[in-house]
């Protein structure tokens, strides 16, 4: 059976699967110097990729502020979403509290714009498999021995789309939230 790609359009839709369909993806590579991935894609191939970047981005980023919807298939839309880029003056990007949100009816345009970097991406290698030499500290084939380093592991986001979402949310990673308590 085929995939069906269904958009967030930002009214929430229980069954969106992508942040962005294959048209954003065309509009958004047609500006990227290194798009020969995306643009030697079939269109089939350029919708799964979108729905599986829209996936990853949902599992590894915390967004701020809530979901618009309890039912809905995604994480954006959001309500409460500060939108950093719309500060009106330098003075209130000094303030704890922004003076300007993401409309709540929207997908903002960055998180539209990292799904298609993320799917470029994932056309160009599966960025989910587990890393050559996983568990291993060495390994010796044919009188050559190969070290490997656990914390040099590439991140399931390329670094690109976690700095295009970054103002939206915060990288969920294995520490997140832990703190060591300690009693004197």
Request: glycine share 8%; net charge neutral.
């Amino acid at each position: 059976m085929a995939l069906t790609l269904v958009k967030e359009t930002g009214a929430g839709l229980v069954d969106a699967n992508s942040y962005a369909n294959v048209d954003d993806g065309n509009a958004y590579h047609d500006g990227h110097l290194y798009a020969s991935a995306w643009t030697g894609a079939s269109d089939d191939q350029k919708a799964v990729a979108l729905v599986m970047a829209s996936r990853l981005i949902d599992a590894e980023v915390r967004f701020n502020g809530t979901r618009s919807k309890n039912v809905q298939g995604l994480q954006w839309p959001r309500v409460l979403c500060p939108e950093r880029d719309s500060l009106h003056s330098p003075l209130n990007a000094l303030l704890p509290i922004p003076s300007a949100f993401v409309p709540a009816d929207q997908v903002a345009k960055a998180v539209v714009q990292a799904t298609c970097e993320m799917a470029r991406e994932l056309l160009l290698t599966d960025r989910t498999a587990a890393p050559r030499g996983e568990g291993l500290r060495f390994e010796n084939t044919g009188g050559n021995q190969i070290g490997y380093d656990k914390t040099d592991r590439r991140p399931v986001l390329s670094r690109v789309t976690q700095a295009m979402l970054a103002k939206y949310g915060a990288q969920i990673s294995a520490k997140s939230g832990e703190v060591k308590l300690t009693r004197a």
